[in-house]
């Protein structure tokens, strides 16, 4: 977070609160209830009540999330409640709903540090904790556990949402099963269910078989004996306590929702619709907020899918699909209004971790597009049907919210209505009315749609609140349209302004969102929900044939979708005693060091999370404070080809706007080259250094950009010579923005990086080494297929030592040191098969694929042999053991033409995520 904050902190019985001072008020009132909630969070674990957790807020952003983490441990809560696609929300208080998810992770991580996990925190600290965890519970029991817990501590919750499990609805009712390791692990290609959602169905289907401890049972097993069966302790804890094995479970509960869903679909008559556009999808593809303009006839939606990025577009009659603008991460629905197009982006800030929210004006006579940002706290805007004023929802990082109407034209404020304190107001819409409002609002007593008379300077409430999912309110003369899940299913439904009559409008298989008619009232058009995404689907507005409301069925067929028993208290958090804990200043210096974690092994870099060498065994105490401003790390490196140690501390600092490195390193013995061919071994190198780095980020809309300039330093003693090294170095990264949850899709981008650097020795000269390297990459002639162009060289002078290469990529690495080495290659990337093929559980295939380069090297000394060589890697990606962490391995095989030479070696990455 931004330094400039002034931090606050809240001790209270069970929770470390830290925050900006600009949400004291809110955290004040926050704090009674995250300490009510304790006990009914951690029961059914039989977590003892001997933690505190630290949560930071951070209420600077434009987006909505939360999470749970260790190394440290501590939660991050995102204060800002989410605008766009509403179905994914159901409370009225977005701070509750995330507490009541976020500190269900925190109560996992405590009941798993039991048995040897307890054994591996004590050796290791918090990264033992998590290897133990990733051993002990998979990913969907972490996250359905804890979307479990916030439907039973709540008055709503993602369980009892219909859309929450629409694709596995949509799967089982095309009798369409994926296998569990499908499920869990998912695809490089096809889209499943989420972690959320199969860890929800399956924390309820043996809750309710098994009662509300049997994870509590499950997972004392699982961190018990995960030092003996690793990755299979939780199905074994599973099979032990359910008496069932975790497979038989998974397809079991696959049986009884596809029977139940199918038996709620007997004797429902669907409506009928069309298709827009009209054609089929190969892959997974989501066409949402259809829209016309009242002055012309196009259809215009935003576009995104699993190889898409996000887009505006406009459909026109007998024409292939345009693209108006692609677009960064939504924070509000697509509206239009008489020649306007409108929509809001989240823009990242420049240096830290906050962001603002801008709204975008479209004019589709113009095509001219017009950014409005103001305070950058605006949200989900409507345009009127004269393209004259502007809805949106105003939030305040002090928790304050506000209707606020904007002059179109002049990007000013006409008027500013406040929330109602324990309400919330999402995704103002105009309609085809100049005078009313619809916002959808939600409170503890359920969601309802409410209307905003501009001319009587009032809300008129005229429908009650329902404890369903209600979302996307849109006016069209007398009456308000909008989605509602009543039945188990999401319909479009439609409230009469003046009676306060409910109609059911469509009745679909799976969930019909975001109405819109068209401005002459013949045709509603819709976002429709299918296996392979929302489709846009048209059908005639004809009131007449509207059915009555219909009766209400849960969103599972599951026999207890609203636990109440004595752990649970549904609507605990809205009752909570006021505690008047006492506020005090927050000490970022006091609190810099944090010694969480211990480790021995292969070398990592602990800031990054990723591992470096394997042929470098390392010893290390690390440090990071909970605002992640400063990192301190001990550590001792063996070099088992060189038997050669290192013994180094390094400083981090993130506080200021530049980011600083600070450090000392003694290498004993120390080699290096005396020339092009020779190295000299010497006792010992020490050296202290100075890093310099100025990260900006100077992304906006869809493109990503990072531009990186630093500084580096050291002071060197060899050999008893000192010597001064400094380094210029610079990085710049580009790229179209891919759909964060549809991740597989390679987007155009490129980026340089370059550095210099000088060497002044004290006593036997001087000398230099300069480097860059660039990179182009676009998407192939296939879906997930990419050709990246890479350029890199360097060159150098130096009269004692011969500095390392800033960009040593070649392929062919069995060649001489050089002077100048100039390199270019180009790749093509081609996935050949997605098999989604599991073999006993113990290798999950994903994609298997090929990867073809041709390099060509320039250097001087002019010895290197091979100046040119093609090749292929042969890749295969995979899960091991039902293990969440993709393990891509191969062999490279690599033609040299001078000798018909052949070399052949084999290749290997891993990719890891310790955020819940």
């Known amino acids: 977070m931004a330094p400039d904050n002034n931090f606050q902190k809240i001790d209270s019985d069970h929770y470390e609160l830290i925050f900006p001072e600009t949400f004291s008020k809110k955290a004040k009132s926050i704090a009674s209830m995250l300490d009510q909630s304790y006990d009914h969070i951690n029961k059914s674990l039989g977590v003892p009540n001997d933690y505190k957790l630290s949560i930071i807020f951070n209420n600077q952003t434009a987006f909505s999330n939360g999470f749970v983490t260790l190394a440290p441990f501590y939660s991050m809560f995102y204060s800002l409640p989410p605008q766009a696609n509403t179905y994914s929300l159901f409370y009225n208080d977005w701070i509750k709903l995330l507490a009541s998810h976020e500190l269900r992770h925190a109560a996992q991580f405590n009941k798993l540090n039991h048995g040897f996990n307890r054994v591996l925190s004590f050796l290791f600290g918090d990264i033992g904790l998590a290897a133990g965890i990733g051993l002990s519970a998979p990913g ?16 709503f919750g993602r369980g009892k949402i219909a859309s929450f499990s629409m694709l596995t609805r949509a799967m089982l009712l095309n009798d369409e099963i994926p296998d569990y390791s499908q499920a869990y692990l998912n695809s490089n290609y096809a889209v499943y269910p989420n972690i959320y959602e199969l860890g929800y169905l399956l924390n309820a289907r043996l809750r309710n078989q098994h009662g509300d401890d049997i994870f509590d049972k499950i997972l004392s097993f699982s961190s018990s004996w995960d030092v003996l069966t690793g990755p299979y302790s939780f199905a074994l804890g599973v099979h032990s306590k359910t008496g069932k094995s975790l497979f038989k479970n998974y397809d079991e509960l696959m049986s009884f929702l596809q029977a139940g869903w199918k038996k709620q679909m007997d004797g429902v008559h669907l409506t009928d619709y069309t298709t827009i556009p009209k054609k089929d999808r190969s892959f997974y593809t989501e066409y949402k907020s259809p829209v016309i303009p009242s002055a012309e006839k196009n259809l215009y939606a935003y576009k995104t899918g699993k190889f898409n990025a996000g887009a505006i577009i406009k459909i026109s009659s007998g024409k292939p699909e345009q693209v108006i603008a692609f677009t960064g991460y939504l924070t509000g629905n697509l509206n239009a209004g008489k020649n306007t197009l409108i929509w ?60 606020v109407i904007l002059d179109a034209i002049k990007s000013s404020i006409i008027e500013k209505i406040k929330v109602p304190d324990g309400s919330l107001w999402q995704t103002p819409r105009w309609g085809n009315s100049l005078d009313k409002i619809a916002i959808l609002e939600s409170t503890t007593s359920g969601k309802a749609i409410i209307i905003y008379d501009l001319n009587q300077k009032k809300i008129i409430r005229n429908m009650k609140p329902l404890r369903h999912q209600i979302s996307d309110p849109y006016i069209f003369n007398d009456n308000i349209l909008f989605n509602l899940d009543i039945s188990g299913i999401d319909n479009i439904h439609a409230l009469n302004i003046n009676t306060g009559e409910l109609k059911q409008v469509t009745s679909v298989l799976l969930g019909a969102f975001q109405p819109f008619v068209t401005p002459d009232g013949k045709y509603l058009y819709y976002s429709n929900f299918t296996r392979m995404g929302h489709e846009i689907a048209q059908m005639k507005y004809d009131p007449t044939r509207w059915s009555n409301e219909e009766p209400e069925v849960p969103a599972t067929p599951f026999k207890n979708t609203d636990p109440s028993r004595s752990d649970y208290n549904t609507g605990i958090l809205d009752n909570a005693p006021e505690k008047n804990f006492p506020v005090s200043p927050y000490s970022g210096l006091a609190n810099f060091l944090n010694f969480h974690s211990r480790y021995i092994g292969p070398q990592i870099d602990f800031f990054n999370r990723s591992i470096v060498s394997v042929d470098n065994i390392e010893a290390a105490f690390i440090s990071s404070n909970k605002l992640q401003t400063h990192f301190v790390t001990l550590f001792y490196t063996y070099n088992m080809k060189k038997s050669s140690n290192r013994a180094a501390a390094q400083w981090t600092y993130l506080g200021w706007f530049p980011q600083f490195n600070f450090g000392g390193i003694v290498d004993f013995p120390y080699s290096y080259y005396a020339d092009l061919s020779n190295t000299v071994t010497v006792p010992a190198k020490k050296t202290a250094y100075m890093d310099i780095s100025l990260p900006v980020t100077v992304s906006r809309g869809p493109l990503s950009q990072t531009i990186e300039p630093g500084i580096d330093t050291g002071y060197n003693v060899l050999n008893n010579t000192a010597e001064f090294s400094s380094a210029l170095s610079f990085r710049y990264d580009f790229s179209l923005k891919g759909n964060p949850r549809l991740f597989d899709y390679p987007y155009f981008k490129w980026g340089i990086n370059s550095k210099y650097y000088p060497q002044i020795s004290l006593f036997n000269g001087s000398g230099w080494l300069t480097g860059a390297g660039a990179y182009i990459q676009v998407p192939g002639f296939f879906n997930n297929n990419k050709i990246t162009l890479r350029f890199s060289g360097y060159r150098q002078n130096n009269i004692n030592n011969l500095f390392i290469s800033p960009d040593n990529a070649m392929r062919a690495e069995d060649f001489n040191l050089h002077n100048e080495l100039y390199l270019i290659s180009l790749d093509y990337f081609l996935p050949l098969f997605y098999p989604d093929f599991n073999i006993f559980h113990i290798v999950y295939l994903r994609q298997i694929s090929l990867n073809f380069f041709y390099e060509r090297v320039w250097t001087k000394p002019d010895t290197f042999t091979d100046p040119q060589y093609g090749g292929a890697d042969f890749l295969v990606t995979l899960n091991l053991f039902d293990l969440p962490v993709p393990v891509t391995g191969g062999v490279r095989c690599i033609y040299f033409p001078v000798g018909r030479r052949v070399k052949i070696e084999p290749l290997a990455s891993v990719s890891v995520n310790l955020l819940f």
């Open 140 to 155: 969907w029991f972490m996250e359905g556990d804890a979307v479990y817990t916030e439907t039973a501590v709540t008055n």
């Open 344 to 403: 809001s982006e989240e823009e990242p800030d420049i240096r830290w971790d906050k962001s603002t929210s801008a709204i975008f004006v479209y004019n589709t006579a113009s095509r001219n597009v017009k950014k409005i940002r103001l305070n950058g706290r605006l949200f989900a805007p409507s345009v009127s049907i004269d393209d004259k004023n502007i809805a949106c929802i105003e939030y305040e990082i002090t928790g304050d919210s506000y209707l």
